[in-house]
Nanobody, 128 residues
């Protein structure tokens, strides 16, 4: 069992940056691929970024490439999402997720059902 807790959300202006953090429990954190998803009001849950269990591969949605960066810290059992040049359309609840299965491709990383554990979410609001 893995417990995930997100933090770092808040209210910012367009063009600002935020760094989200996800703290994971357990000793098997390093064996899980990790991902970030977001959900805006009235919208479906959307893939944002993911990182392999080894940390050697990262995946990002086209809409955030070049602006968002995912990383993980094995010593601290955390995964982060650095968000730069935020836009109002990035407003959403951001969720951290963990999966036991290996991410094979970008198309695989997108699949929400492949993720086994989810955090409670953290609100990110970007004003124009």
């Amino acid at each position: 069992q893995v417990q995930l807790v997100e933090s770092g959300g808040g209210l910012v202006q367009a063009g600002d940056s935020l760094r989200l953090s996800c703290a994971a429990s357990g000793r098997t954190f390093s064996t899980y691929a990790m991902g970030w998803f977001r959900q805006a009001p009235g919208e479906e849950r959307e893939f944002v970024a993911a990182i392999s269990w080894s940390g050697t591969s990262t995946y990002g949605a086209d809409s955030v490439k070049g602006r968002f960066t995912i990383s993980r810290d094995y010593a601290k059992n955390t995964v982060s999402l650095q968000m730069n040049s935020l836009k109002p359309e990035n407003t959403a609840v951001y969720y951290c997720a963990a999966r036991k299965s290996t991410i094979a491709t970008m198309n695989d990383a997108l699949l929400a059902f492949e993720y086994d554990y989810w955090g409670q979410g953290t609100q990110v609001t970007v004003s124009s």
